[in-house]
């Protein structure tokens, strides 16, 4: 299983937003990723602020468990012949966990288009996502590595197009919000 520190800087958009910077950054063609998120009934991985994700992205399917860190981040990724849970290497790893994975079961659902390009410091995704009962747009920033200057890099690139920086929740949290 892949281990990485994800270190990203995130801020929510209006649609006007987000048609500027499509028109103003050299983004590449979009993909659909299809989200499906996975807690216990009791909310256990909820409990622990981690997040279960399956990520489908045409015939391909990635799990990804994410875990906060001082610094960032850190997922877990491992790509699944299916689109489900029942992967021998993730009933270890939940087991490690002292998580029965036969207990997950599907809490949220997203579907983001994205856009994305790459510059000195990350890669900027620019997503609009719809969730059970709203849509949203966003862009991200994800960090190569740790670089004192790629927050004021971001930041200063969305002031030059008049963008102002509303830090934005995680999709797992938006996508729980919306079922509300």
Not at 56 to 75: A, C, S, Y
Not at 143 to 159: G, I
Request: charged letters at 30%; one cysteine or more.
């Amino acid at each position: 299983m892949k281990q990485h520190l994800e270190i990203e800087y995130k801020s929510m958009l209006t649609k006007a937003d987000y048609d500027l910077l499509a028109r103003s950054l050299p983004f590449g063609n979009a993909h659909v990723q299809l989200n499906e998120y996975y807690d216990t009934s009791d909310r256990q991985l909820f409990a622990r602020e981690s997040m279960c994700r399956i990520r489908t992205i045409g015939n391909r399917h990635e799990f990804t468990m994410k875990t906060p860190q001082p610094d960032g981040v850190l997922e877990h990724e491992l790509e699944l012949k299916a689109q489900n849970l029942n992967d021998e290497r993730l009933v270890e790893y939940f087991d490690d966990l002292g998580i029965n994975v036969y207990e997950l079961e599907r809490v949220a659902f997203s579907r983001t288009l994205r856009k994305t390009y790459d510059d000195a410091y990350g890669t900027w995704c620019l997503d609009s996502t719809s969730f059970s009962n709203h849509q949203d747009y966003e862009i991200e920033y994800e960090l190569f590595e740790a670089n004192e200057k790629a927050r004021p890099h971001y930041v200063n690139t969305l002031n030059q197009l008049g963008i102002e920086f509303k830090p934005s929740a995680p999709k797992y949290i938006r996508a729980l919000n919306s079922l509300d």
